[in-house]
């Protein structure tokens, strides 16, 4: 098994896991042992499946401004979850990596393997939700169609992703590429430099 063919399981776990109930206050029951890459994964996906359902409530034309504005803060939290997972999932391959000799032309890829991954599991999540539509019996002929094109190109994508990462993981493994991790400096969520918030001090 490939890298990513054990990352997309990984994830279309934590996605039909999540829709046993369907609900965004559905305690997560991560399966793997704790200080693993799997945890990891599983975790990270298990945050983005909640937060694909919080993007669809708070789109609701006729939400209450009070429910909205709290969806708005609990969005916000999750995403600033979802970047210190990417970072530790990041963290954890510079470790797996250390010991490997770069060679003296090694190149920099443009963004980091957790980064990729991170898109990875989005993707999965995608086509699980066009799935659902490809299979909605009370839509058109007509949209179940038009998803079903969508469905067959995400698939695409996912299988190139997938080749995409695992061949930067072995260009790493190998030394023809090596990792720059650069930290998500948020500045908003920051009350030292959001100016909305330092300001009112």
């Known amino acids: 098994m490939t890298n990513t063919e054990n990352y997309n399981f990984i994830f279309n776990q934590a996605i039909a896991d999540y829709h046993v109930k369907d609900h965004v206050d559905t305690p997560i029951n991560n399966p793997y042992q704790r200080d693993t890459l799997e945890n990891r994964l599983y975790l990270k996906c298990w945050i983005d499946t ?11 034309p006729h939400i209450d401004p009070v429910d909205a504005l709290a969806l708005k ?6 995403n600033q979850d979802r970047t210190d997972l990417v970072e530790q999932i990041d963290s954890y391959y510079r470790q797996f990596y250390s010991d490997v000799q770069v060679l003296p032309d090694a190149r920099l890829n443009t963004e980091s393997p957790a980064w990729a991954v991170d898109r990875l599991s989005i993707l999965a999540l995608k086509i699980y939700h066009m799935r659902e539509q490809m299979e909605r019996t009370e839509a058109s002929d007509e949209h179940r169609q038009r998803c ?11 299988k190139d ?13 190998a030394g023809r590429k090596y990792m720059k991790v650069y930290r998500q400096m948020k500045m908003y969520n920051d009350p ?5 918030l330092y300001q009112k001090k």
């Open 50 to 60: 909640v937060q694909w359902h919080l993007e669809d409530l708070i789109r609701d």
């Open 73 to 78: 803060r609990r969005i916000d939290s999750s």
């Open 148 to 158: 079903a094109d969508k469905w067959r190109v995400l698939c695409e994508q996912q």
């Open 161 to 173: 992703l997938s080749t995409a990462i695992d061949q930067l993981l072995e260009d790493i493994a």
């Open 192 to 196: 030292s430099t959001n100016p909305v």
